[in-house]
């Protein structure tokens, strides 16, 4: 996909999936190259600029299988920005499905 | 190219960073390999994903640069974060160079020979109100005189305090357009990320 569509999107998708729940650095890269064919690479750069404005913020747990794993956590401000840029996808995406259908 | 080579030369184009934050990123990273080999990932597959650590680090490299500025609590501060921001991203995105540098050193230059200049200007106003304190003396108590001489002073007040204002204004358009100029850089770089 083109480049410059895809860094907004990726930017909506960790931020929905931190919506939902804690993550680690792996398991979020992970799950969100399950659907889609972005660089891994720049999802971790992502994440630090979330963490710098304060939508995301960090935290250290011990794991089962060896050393801690940093914890990825929305914070209230995330919450908030997020829930406006799902509400300006659905709007955008529902009116560019309206006009790919669009009989003229 | 292998993890260990991969985390040394990360490690290298990160130089830059406050050593607080490149242990961060390192250790990041070794967690991210961990949990990779835990899933049963190869290395070889990982480290493609990543891409090279030299375009790895440079988003990270340009963003820690322009949060100095905006952290920084003082403007020399700010300003010395401003030019090293500038050279950071001017040195990854080689257009720059041609449609930005030469522009931005101009305006760059005006503000700092301009300072100066808008500082004396701002100084004359004792001299010239008290050069006309003592013309009130030297004309005598007449009232055209006095009139004139306190709207002279009135007047110079104003350009002064006009010069001043507007020039504190342009320098902060001015940082503002740095900013921005950033920004647009960011975006740029990481455009360049996802295309190679």
Known sequence: MNPQFNKGILEMCVLALLAKRDF?????????????????????PLLRRLTQEKYVETYLQESTS????????????????????????????????KLIHLEV | MNKQQFLSELEKYLNDLSAEERNDILRDMEEYFREAKSRGRSEEDVLEKLGSPKIFSETIIAEAKVKRIRTASTWPQKISAGFGALLAIL????????????????????????????????????????????????????????????????????????????????????????AKLFQWNIQFIKNRMKGE
């Open chain 1, 24 to 44: 680690y650095g792996f398991e979020l890269v992970e799950t969100i190259s399950n659907y889609t064919d972005i660089s891994e690479g720049t999802i971790y």
């Open chain 1, 66 to 97: 060896g050393p801690p794993r940093k914890y990825y956590r929305m914070t209230r401000h995330g919450k908030k920005f997020t829930q406006e840029l799902i509400q300006d996808w659905k709007n955008f995406s529902a009116n560019v499905n």
């Open chain 2, 91 to 178: 040195l990854l995105t080689p257009f720059n160079l041609i449609f930005v540098l030469l522009p931005l050193l101009l305006v760059t230059l005006m503000i700092i020979v301009g300072w100066p200049i808008v500082l004396a200007i701002a100084l004359s106003l004792p001299v010239v109100l008290l050069v006309l304190f003592f013309l009130i003396f030297e004309v005598g108590f007449k009232l055209f005189a006095l009139l004139s001489l306190l709207f002279f002073a009135i007047g110079w007040f104003g350009m002064v305090t006009a010069v001043v204002v507007g020039f504190f204004y342009v320098t902060l358009f001015y940082f503002k357009g740095v």
